[in-house]
């Protein structure tokens, strides 16, 4: 059995509270797509992603183990997956787009399940050229969508990683600024920068870098933000894919350790192949 020391406890709590306070749209797992009454309430980190961890050397109890290895994901998307029109650059509706975000068995090694909509009330970049960046984090990406689904994406057998997707329409022109808008951000913003406004005290972002992208649909961007708090670094992971005027952001945290977390790419190729 896997045991928590204080220094471990400390940690995974500083940084499940970040997440539950900025990511309240990935540690939010609920049946509808629009918030609720209780939308600008932090919620409780998912379970799968606030893991219990163990120390790393026991002279350092504050030191705790990376995120466990993801199983093997296949190596092609599911022939069953069919496109719903969207690479053409249709503008979906609500309901396309429930019928082309990614569902449980179009990736074999993953289960997927509804996932409350953001806050209302989100965070705002104390530079305006880093407000990309927290209006991805509030799960409202810019320009406004006209349309948008939330769902999280767990292991089929371990329940583990977490990761969070919203797939948004916005037509062509808008969702092709919405990515040309990120990638000025992530450069413009490596040094970090802050955010308030969230209901919380003021969130710090020490920095910002670009991922490596694996090639899916007409345009895709991969980035980290490290979040800080109380000493903590948290790495945010973002995938960014867009197909037409449709826009499907994956999004992770590491909550036990700093290595930058994992989003398989079979993702993106899945649903890419549904948007199209």
Do not use: W
Request: charged share 20%.
């Amino acid at each position: 059995m896997r045991t928590r020391t204080a220094g471990t406890s400390r940690r995974t709590g500083t940084v499940a509270a970040l997440a539950a306070l900025v990511l309240g749209v990935t540690t939010a797992c609920g049946g509808g797509d629009s918030g609720g009454d209780d939308a600008d309430k932090p919620k409780k980190p998912d379970s799968a992603a606030n893991a219990t961890a163990e120390p790393k050397d026991p002279k350092d109890p504050g030191q705790v183990s990376e995120p466990p290895v993801l199983e093997e994901q296949p190596k092609t998307v599911n022939p069953a997956v069919k496109g719903v029109g969207a690479g053409g650059g249709k503008e979906l509706t609500k309901a396309e787009l429930d019928a082309a975000v990614l569902a449980t068995g179009d990736v074999s090694t993953f289960k997927a399940g509804p996932m409350d909509g953001p806050p209302a009330q989100g965070e705002t970049a104390d530079d305006p050229a880093c407000a990309p960046l927290t209006a991805m984090i509030n799960g409202r990406p810019e320009p406004e969508a006209s349309a948008a689904v939330y769902r999280q994406l767990v292991g089929a057998k371990t329940g583990r990683p977490a990761i969070s997707e919203f797939l948004t329409t916005h037509g062509t022109q808008g969702a092709t600024t919405l990515l040309s808008r990120l990638n000025d951000a992530v450069k413009a913003c490596e040094d970090g920068f802050k955010g308030s406004g969230a209901g919380s005290s003021p969130s710090t972002y020490s920095a910002v870098k670009r991922l490596d992208a694996p090639k899916a649909g007409d345009d895709t961007l991969a980035y980290q933000v490290t979040g800080d708090f109380e000493g903590d670094p948290v790495p945010l992971v973002f995938h960014v894919v867009r197909v037409g005027g449709t826009v499907a952001t994956f999004y992770t945290a590491n909550l036990e350790g700093t290595k930058t977390p994992e989003i398989p790419s079979i993702l993106l190729a899945t649903q890419a192949a549904k948007l199209k």
